[in-house]
């Protein structure tokens, strides 16, 4: 994950960039997906079915040449469709969620994700990270936690729904790391392609296993639906695989915090969900937490992570 070093400071510019407008896209799903009258994993099932011709075309047009050989074998399959398997299940556990809890709490639960993704590189990658990275995701994540205040809600009824927005942070956190994999030797448009295709069958197997429509009953719904598909998944998630191509993981899952930012503000105006001081400080912790991210993300800076060193 430390090969941002090989990067120049205009593309991790870049990469960041796009990163925050990737967010900006994300945010919009949680609003989207209330709106839908269609079972959670049915919505799931169409947003990535419908973004499959639009992938098709950006992969054919994709042809930068990365700057690592593909894996030899099937292994370059098997890292080109993980990303689709894990974001799979965070579609069905978040969708769902969100159905029986409020926006704000699925949002902010879901977006704990830099914390397994900090784990999943300390544990697994042998990665420790520095006092700076940490001050930077503990900012963010207070200013998140500040942000859905006034809209969490703590109920029995909602507690499912609490439950399997927090699981979608582990598989959030997984598809992260993943599609940072595949970035490394494969386009933007290859990966966020793949995610599509391998995501869409597993979707469609779990809806009919829970006896889900899959029919959109009207034009508003399809709207919806394409909403999903064109703005969340092509621009939104399409970016952050862009992103993930120029910027360490870690730094990203901290960047990608701009989201509950734009659900907040989203649920205010859709939901009336309000927005009270409190929040706006939240939204302003998070902006922070991401300004020091990406400064950590710059080539002239230490990267964020320091191998372990074993002990002698």
């Known amino acids: 994950m430390g090969d941002s070093q ?36 049915a919505v799931a099932f169409w947003r990535m079915g419908l973004a499959i011709p639009a992938g098709l075309v950006w992969a054919a047009l994709d042809r930068k040449p990365q700057r690592q050989a593909a894996p030899a074998g099937g292994w370059k399959y098997f890292y080109l469709a993980l990303p689709g398997i894990l974001f799979a299940g965070d579609l069905a556990f978040w969708h769902s969620g969100i159905k029986i809890t409020t926006v704000a709490n699925a949002t902010f639960l879901a977006n704990l994700q830099p914390v397994f993704v900090v784990l999943a590189s300390w544990l697994i990658f042998k990665e420790r990270p520095t006092r700076a990275f940490v001050i930077a995701a503990a900012v963010a994540v207070t200013g998140a936690a500040l942000l859905s205040a006034a809209n969490i809600s703590i109920a029995p009824e909602r507690l499912p729904g609490d439950a399997l927005s927090l699981v979608t942070a582990v598989w959030y956190a997984g598809y992260i790391l993943a599609v940072r994999k595949a970035r490394r030797f494969a386009s933007t448009g290859m990966v966020i392609l793949w995610t599509s295709l391998a995501s869409t069958p ?32 092509i621009f939104g998630q399409g970016s952050v695989a862009f992103g993930l191509g120029r910027v360490p ?23 009336g969900e309000g927005l009270i001081a409190v929040q706006m400080f939240g939204a302003g912790l998070v902006l922070t937490g991401v300004w020091l991210a990406q400064r950590l993300g710059k080539p002239a800076t230490r990267h964020p992570f320091a191998k372990r060193r074993p002990r002698a």
Request: hydrophobic share 60%; charged share 5%; net charge negative.
């Open 249 to 271: 993981a870690p730094i990203a899952s901290i960047i990608i915090l701009v989201q509950p930012v734009v659900s907040a503000i989203a649920g205010w105006l859709m939901f």
């Open 6 to 41: 090989s990067f120049t400071s205009r593309e991790v510019a870049i990469g960041t960039a796009v990163l925050i407008l990737g967010a900006v896209g994300i945010g919009l799903a949680a609003p989207l997906v209330k709106l839908s009258s269609m079972e959670p994993t």
């Open 202 to 233: 597993v979707l469609l197997i779990v809806a009919f296993g829970l006896g889900e429509s899959l029919v959109p009953p009207s034009t508003t719904e399809w709207a919806i639906l394409v909403g999903l598909a064109l703005g969340v998944q």
